[in-house]
Antibody
Framework: EVQLVESGGVLVQPGGSLRLSCAASGFTFSTYWMHWVRQAPGKGLVWVSRINSDGSSTDYANSVKGRFTISRDNAKNTLYMQMNDLRAEDTAVYYC???????????WGQGTRVIVSS | DIQMTQSPSSLSASVGDRVTITCRASQSIRIYLNWYQQTPGKAPKLLIYTASGLQSGVPSRFSGSGSGTDFTLTISSLQPEDFGNYYCQQSYSLPFTFGGGTRVEIK
C-alpha cells in the first residue's frame, strides 16, 4: 500500500525556518518524482515545488523561489522541504505527493500543518 | 501562469442526481487536465487524469471530458460518499495550477 507521511509542521515566527519531511513506503520511491502542494486555511490547493526521481532537477512556484528548497534522500525513502524566511502567507497544510513522470500527482499524504505567526 | 476557473463554486444535489462541474483554462492545455476529490480533513484523491482517464479504483460513475480550454467532470449518479470539494488541475506547464474548487453537498 502506498503511504506518504508528512511531519515537521509547527508554529514558527515570521522570518523563521523549518524543515518538513515526507516518509514514503509501499512503492519504489527512487523512481518517482515528488511534489509539495499546500493549502491555506479554508482555501484551495496551490502547487509549491517538485523534484525529479534522482534529485537532479527541481522546480518551484514563484512565491517560494529562493526561500524554499526541495530535496530527497532515496536511501531513506524521504522527501524534504527546507523552508526559510517564513511569512504569514506560508501558513498552510503542506502535502507531499508522488507522480510518475513529473506531471499529475496521484497519491498524496495526509499533510502537516505549518503556522507562521508571532 | 495558466489560470483555471471552475464552476459552479458550490452545488447541492440529491442522491442519484447527475452532477456536472466545469473547468476552463486561460489557454490551451491540450488534455493535461486532472480532477481531484477532497473530503474535509483528508488528502486529495485523484479521480480523473488527462481529461478522461479513470484512475484505478475510482467508481465508473465518475467521468471526464474535454480538451483545449474547456473540461467537464460528471458524476452520473451522485452517492452519499461523493460529498466534498472537487478541484481541477492543469499539468501542461509549470507552475501546475488548480481551479478554485467546487463544493458538492448532498441534499
Amino acid at each position: 500500500e502506498v503511504q506518504l507521511v508528512e511531519s515537521g509542521g509547527v508554529l514558527v515566527q515570521p522570518g523563521g525556518s523549518l524543515r518538513l519531511s515526507c516518509a514514503a513506503s509501499g512503492f519504489t520511491f527512487s523512481t518517482y518524482w515528488m511534489h509539495w502542494v499546500r493549502q491555506a486555511p479554508g482555501k484551495g490547493l496551490v502547487w509549491v515545488s517538485r523534484i525529479n526521481s534522482d534529485g537532479s532537477s527541481t522546480d518551484y512556484a514563484n512565491s517560494v523561489k529562493g526561500r524554499f528548497t526541495i530535496s530527497r534522500d532515496n536511501a531513506k525513502n524521504t522527501l524534504y522541504m527546507q523552508m526559510n524566511d517564513l511569512r504569514a502567507e506560508d501558513t498552510a497544510v503542506y502535502y507531499c505527493a508522488r507522480s510518475e513522470h513529473g506531471g499529475r500527482p496521484d497519491y498524496w499524504g495526509q499533510g502537516t500543518r505549518v503556522i507562521v505567526s508571532s | 501562469d495558466i489560470q483555471m476557473t471552475q464552476s459552479p463554486s458550490s452545488l447541492s444535489a440529491s442522491v442519484g442526481d447527475r452532477v456536472t462541474i466545469t473547468c476552463r483554462a486561460s489557454q490551451s492545455i491540450r488534455i493535461y487536465l486532472n480532477w481531484y476529490q477532497q473530503t474535509p480533513g483528508k488528502a486529495p484523491k485523484l479521480l480523473i487524469y488527462t481529461a478522461s482517464g479513470l484512475q484505478s479504483g475510482v467508481p465508473s460513475r465518475f467521468s471526464g471530458s474535454g480538451s483545449g480550454t474547456d473540461f467537464t467532470l460528471t458524476i452520473s449518479s451522485l452517492q452519499p460518499e461523493d460529498f466534498g470539494n472537487y478541484y481541477c488541475q492543469q499539468s501542461y506547464s509549470l507552475p501546475f495550477t488548480f481551479g478554485g474548487g467546487t463544493r458538492v453537498e448532498i441534499k
